[in-house]
């Protein structure tokens, strides 16, 4: 091969296979089902698409397109008018889903509130004509900076049904990133709250969003609009600051939804490049609402029966995709819960899951290490036995910690759907489908219906079974991005640029390393940026993390590599141990030796650093690229504003 890709060097063999009585009642009941239904796909993926929206959504008027596609820019469903607020709400009121329950909320100091589809109709019919009245018309882009509360999700609606543009920004985010994502998008009306509740203390939004405007910073926002959600004590600016009740209380119910084009902007959601100022993601109507609703509907084998629990945040993009459309596109009950684990109450997950008898549960990597250190004990003591599917998303999950999910919280009886997808795709890519793909603890599996996903080298060529490479996605399908907000040249270069077009034929780059086995399934092993360069071998994180992981001592584990001058690069890992285990040169050897039996000489640490914490992003990924500039005693360089802790890397230094 001509291009250095990556090497893969851990094997995993244990596969699960669906239970009988499963996938008896699935959706999609077998492998060769779904074979039927992705080779079909792939034979005509628009004629695929172009059939299922027919018969998923609700059009005013149908498309005369169905793809247009001038790379690297699609059009999904050209010409047709759609409403995604009105495929979510409306569309069911004609149904016995018009009294079910729609969105079910737990805040975290123990308030809950359920809304049927009628009831969420109303409210987001009455916050539509209070997004008028305050002169938010079609295409102007509406701020959201919120606690986790429904109306979080009725503000998202309220936008779509009128066709405003709204740009999430997550409530952890500091006062100067909530500014620039705002001035970024010049956006006319902030929705915020007075403030949230997190880990058993306020989080004051209202306070962060005057510092944001503070001195007229952001001269578009005309508006801030004000939930009540935990009664501290505000400044309302006379004139510019409203409250979301005084007007909600007057505002009509009767407002129909505005028939948009197909590809009118829905949202824009800003993800953070390693370096430079975040980008911000586009996406459009049509095609996004037809994917998130299909991908809802077969990944978690959706039934009207179902309570489905997605633990995101409705700042990240899992929070969009399927804690408000995509369930809600389907009719589903979703369930929305202000709390994470926190002193006061480590298991409160489990807790939740019991009192709502949850049957989809879907969670993070980051949140399974946790609930492992926190030990069984906490998700013993209720009872889980109401699920039936288990999901992932958002970093590589290491083969053990699979196994402990599997074990602990599915009992043994649930498949785990490992979806892999970014902010960019706008849904799953690749993922098992519950009542059909065997699964392999730490594998996606294989790509949804429709996506013809491979891993190639750096000129594009497919590489042999078992051969890391570049993972890339080969043909348009609906939800994908259509532009970085205000830059088009860097949507250009930052996705179609890195792997050359091949016979004039572009594919989209997505930033991960990943391989392929010999039954076709996908290995995610992890940013390409992460890799690591050990005497020309190139190395992904992953799987040396896996590795350490599997060792009973350890709890997380991020690898970095450290410039060294007879390598070029060697390994550093860092380490959180489980409760019961202390740091020490002994143990330094045992893992070593470990990685070494688990995969070679080659992936040997040269250097392990226990450690109480590591550095994440505030969805909970591991920010590898500061680890790096720790090991090699560097200063810190690009953008930290994503980091959840900064006095993480203070500790880590000390520890050095
Ligand atoms: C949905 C979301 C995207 C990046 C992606 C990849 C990592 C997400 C994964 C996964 C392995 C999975 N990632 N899911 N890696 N297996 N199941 O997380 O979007 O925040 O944009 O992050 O997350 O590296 O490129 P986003």
Redesign the pocket.
């Known amino acids: 091969m001509s291009q250095p890709t990556i090497e893969s060097i851990l094997q995993e063999k244990r596969t699960f296979s669906p239970n009988a009585e499963f996938s008896r009642d699935a959706r999609i009941q077998s492998i060769e089902e779904y074979q039927k239904i992705y080779d079909r796909a792939a034979a005509d993926p628009a004629a695929f698409w172009a059939e299922l929206a027919e018969r998923e959504l609700h059009w005013f008027e149908k498309w005369d397109t169905i793809l247009d596609w001038q790379p690297p820019v699609a059009k999904w469903f050209v010409g047709g008018k759609i409403n995604i607020s009105y495929n979510c709400l409306d569309r069911h009121l004609t149904t016995w889903r018009k009294n079910k329950a729609a969105l079910i909320w737990e805040g975290e100091p123990g308030d809950s509130r359920t809304l049927t589809y009628a009831q969420l109709h109303r409210e987001v019919c009455q916050m539509a004509n209070v997004l008028k009245q305050l002169g938010v018309t079609k295409g102007d882009r509406v701020g959201l900076y919120m606690p986790m509360i429904p109306e979080a999700a009725i503000a998202m609606l309220a936008c779509a049904r009128i066709g405003a543009v709204h740009s999430v920004v997550f409530g952890g985010f500091s006062a100067e990133a909530l500014r620039d994502r705002l001035s970024d998008g010049e956006a006319k009306l902030v929705i915020t709250a007075d403030g949230g509740y997190r880990k058993d203390a306020i989080v004051s939004l209202k306070a962060q969003v005057d510092k944001a405007l503070a001195n007229d910073a952001v001269p578009s926002v005309t508006n801030v609009l004000v939930v009540k959600r935990t009664g501290e004590a505000i400044d309302m600016e006379s004139g510019r600051d409203r409250w979301w009740h005084d007007l909600q209380q007057t505002a009509s119910a009767d407002c129909p939804a505005e028939p948009m084009d197909s590809e009118d902007m829905l949202f824009i959601l800003y ?1 953070s490049g390693s370096t430079g100022k975040p980008k911000g993601v586009v996406h459009t109507t049509g095609g996004y609402n037809l994917y998130t609703h299909m991908t809802t509907q077969w990944t978690f084998d959706l039934k009207d029966t179902d309570v489905y629990w997605c633990t995101a945040d409705v700042g ?3 929070g969009h995709s399927y804690i408000v459309y995509g369930p809600l596109s389907n009719g589903a009950t979703s369930l929305m819960y202000e709390g994470v684990p926190r002193p006061s109450n480590p298991g409160c997950f489990w807790d939740v899951v019991e009192k709502y008898g949850v049957t989809i549960f879907y969670t993070a990597p980051t949140a399974i290490r946790a609930f492992i250190k926190m030990g069984e004990a906490l998700p013993k003591a209720r009872d889980l036995s109401s699920l039936r599917i288990l999901g ?6 290491n083969p053990e910690a699979w196994m402990w999910y599997h074990q602990v919280i599915g009992g043994e009886r649930c498949p785990i759907v ?7 795709t706008g849904g799953f890519m690749l993922t098992p489908l519950p009542g059909a793909t065997p699964t392999k603890p730490g594998s ?1 599996t294989l790509p949804f219906p429709g996506i013809i996903a491979d891993v190639v080298d750096l000129d594009g060529n497919s590489v042999g079974d078992n051969e890391g490479g570049y993972l890339v996605v080969k043909h348009p399908w609906p939800s994908m991005m259509r532009t970085v907000y205000g830059d088009f040249d860097r949507f250009r270069r930052s996705y179609w640029e890195h792997i050359p077009p091949k016979d004039g034929k572009y594919v989209y780059f ?3 390393g990943a391989r392929r086995d010999e039954d076709g399934y996908f290995w ?1 092993m ?2 390409v940026d992460d890799v690591i360069s050990v005497s020309g071998h190139r190395l992904g994180t992953m799987e040396i993390e896996s590795a350490l992981v599997s060792h009973p001592a350890v709890a997380e584990a991020a690898v970095v590599g450290k410039p060294d001058d007879l390598k070029g690069e060697s390994v550093v890992a860092f380490i959180i141990l489980e409760s019961n285990y202390t740091a020490g040169e002994e143990l330094e050897k045992t893992l070593k030796q470990h990685v070494v039996s688990e995969i070679g000489a080659i992936a040997r640490p040269g250097d392990i650093r226990f450690s109480d914490d590591l550095p994440k992003t505030r ?1 909970g ?1 591991i920010m590898r690229r500061l680890l790096r500039n720790l090991a090699a005693g560097e200063e810190i360089t690009g953008d930290t504003s994503t980091l959840q802790d900064r006095s993480v890397l203070d500790k880590l230094r000390e520890g050095a």
């Not at 992932?392 to 999950?397: D, R």
């Open positions: 993800t990240w993009i899992t992932t998303v958002g970093e590589p999950i490992d979806t892999w997808w970014q902010t960019e996606a997505a930033g991960d995610v992890g940013r969805s990924k």
